[in-house]
């Protein structure tokens, strides 16, 4: 089955600063990878996700980016802010489901600290 | 964006007992719903898909007879932890999704005394 790696586990920026997150996923047939964003106690919100056929999305300081031949995909965060420090996950679909009811996978999660 | 409930947010038991958890899609149909749990400080970890009308597919090493799953409505799926112990205290989260996006439900904090 699917398995996601992700690095690093814990991350502390100053303020004002870039963010990357890296991710590799196993199944080369995996074909959505969102990342998430979850506070103390609260559910997993999504904040940007890609397709497989897409090598790129951005949306405003958040951008992500994605190499299916390395299998691998990266969450981006710029200009960070103190509100940005939380948990972030990211996710593969395997390809074991049909159409968009496929399970995720998480990877293992990474503490962002943001440095006032 | 699609909305998923859960039901309930919190619950405190004694060691040997059930507690069961709903999990519902509120404005949307749900063939498929997944349910995770998640230890402090840890990932989600997926233990099963809850199919509509059909056997719950869980994953390798959950115990699908201490963890009961019926999906027995488009909008309603249940996880029951049978014979709770203190080790099975967790955050258990559900999804669903109706199109490419997952969304989650809020969460239900066992604890097992």
């Known amino acids: 089955g699917e398995n996601v790696e992700q690095h690093p586990s814990t991350l502390s920026v100053q303020e004002g600063d870039s963010a990357v997150i890296k991710c590799t996923y196993s199944d080369s047939a995996s074909n959505y990878f969102p990342w998430y964003k979850q506070e103390l106690g609260k559910r997993p919100q999504l904040i940007i996700d890609?397709?497989?056929?897409?090598g790129e999305k951005k949306d405003q300081r958040i951008a992500v980016t994605l190499n299916k031949t390395a299998k691998h995909f990266s969450l981006h965060i710029t200009e960070t802010q103190p509100e940005d420090s939380a948990v972030y996950f990211c996710?593969?679909?395997?390809?074991?489901?049909?159409?968009?009811?496929?399970?995720?996978?998480f990877g293992q999660g990474t503490t962002l600290q943001v440095k006032p | 964006g699609a909305v998923v409930s859960q039901h309930p947010s919190w619950v405190i038991c004694k060691s040997g007992t059930s507690v069961k958890i709903e999990c519902r899609s509120l404005?949307?149909?749900?063939?498929?719903m997944f349910w995770y749990r998640q230890f402090p400080k840890q990932s989600l970890m997926l233990m099963a898909t809850?199919?509509?009308?059909?056997?719950?597919?869980?994953e390798q090493g959950v115990e699908k007879d201490k963890f009961l799953i019926n999906h027995a409505s488009l909008t309603l799926s249940t996880l029951t932890v049978t014979s709770a112990h203190p080790e099975d205290s967790s955050f258990y989260i559900c999804?669903?999704?109706?199109?490419?996006?997952?969304?989650f439900g809020p969460g239900t904090r066992l604890t097992v005394l």
């Open positions: 890609i397709r497989s056929n897409v």
């Open positions: 809850s199919n509509e009308g059909s056997k719950a597919t869980y």
């Open positions: 999804s669903a999704s109706p199109y490419n996006e997952q969304f």
């Open positions: 996710a593969a679909r395997g390809a074991g489901g049909s159409g968009n009811t496929g399970k995720l996978i």
């Open positions: 404005d949307f149909q749900a063939t498929t």
